[in-house]
């Protein structure tokens, strides 16, 4: 079975510290994502990686960064966070073969305050 | 703009009866169409697929329809059962060579005993 993981379920921090969101997956999948989850809105994609050190602003990049330097792992960087960034952040991966699937994280409730 | 839409925000069925969630999509290039189940603090699910050159796809009791020319799929779960109360999103992808899923916005799901 496939396994993502991330660092936290729950993290809160305050308006302009730095925040790291981790996610690893255990399958070699070449394909990353991170998502944020807000209610109405559903699941929207900030940024995604085909490979390692390869990233893609999704549709909502402001504000976040990433870095993929182990194919393995994907991580979301918050440079100054912002209340308007509370929210469940979700990381999937997904393989390069036919399957079209993402399989996700547990997710990470972040409140800002 | 939302290329993929889920009108109805919740949905409650009687255990037992048939329960169909509906998605409506603008993209007609869309090449696939995923169905998730997401449960509260956990991360969404893989439930079923459907390719676009095909109009049904069925797995046990979960049958997904694709009707093309209204742009529009449900999910059909035969019968319901309390386990299946949850938040459904329907998903879109394979209309540009990236890997992005579109999400809708969701559907909560109540059986009710």
Redesign the interface.
């Given at each position: 079975d496939v396994k993502?993981t991330q660092s936290s379920?729950y993290l809160v921090k305050r308006t302009g510290e730095k925040v790291f969101l981790e996610c690893v997956q255990d399958m070699d999948h070449e394909?990353m994502?991170w998502?944020r989850q807000d209610p109405?809105?559903?699941?929207?994609?900030i940024y995604?990686s085909?490979d390692v050190k390869m990233k893609?602003k999704?549709d909502i990049p402001e504000g976040y960064s990433v870095s993929r330097e182990k194919k393995e792992r994907f991580s979301l960087i918050l440079e100054s966070a912002s209340t308007n960034q509370t929210s469940m952040y979700?990381c999937?991966s997904?393989d390069?073969g036919l399957r079209?699937?993402?399989?996700?994280?547990?997710?990470t409730?972040l409140t800002v305050l | 703009d939302q290329q993929v839409k889920q009108n109805s925000p919740s949905l409650s069925v009687q255990e037992g009866r048939i329960s169909i969630l509906n998605c409506d999509y603008t993209n007609s290039m869309f090449d696939y169409f995923l169905w998730y189940k997401k449960y509260p603090a956990e991360g969404p699910t893989f439930l079923i697929s459907i390719s676009s050159i095909k109009d049904k796809n069925e797995d046990g009791r979960f049958t997904v329809f694709l009707n093309k020319s209204a742009k529009h799929l449900s999910l059909h779960i035969v019968p319901s059962q309390p386990g299946d109360s949850a938040v459904y999103f329907c998903a879109a992808g394979g209309d540009d060579s990236s890997y992005k899923l579109i999400f809708g916005s969701g559907t909560r799901l109540l059986v009710r005993p």
């Open positions: 993502v379920r394909n994502f998502y109405g809105l559903g699941l929207r994609l995604f085909y893609e999704g979700l999937a997904r390069r079209n699937e993402q399989f996700f994280g547990p997710g409730r | -």
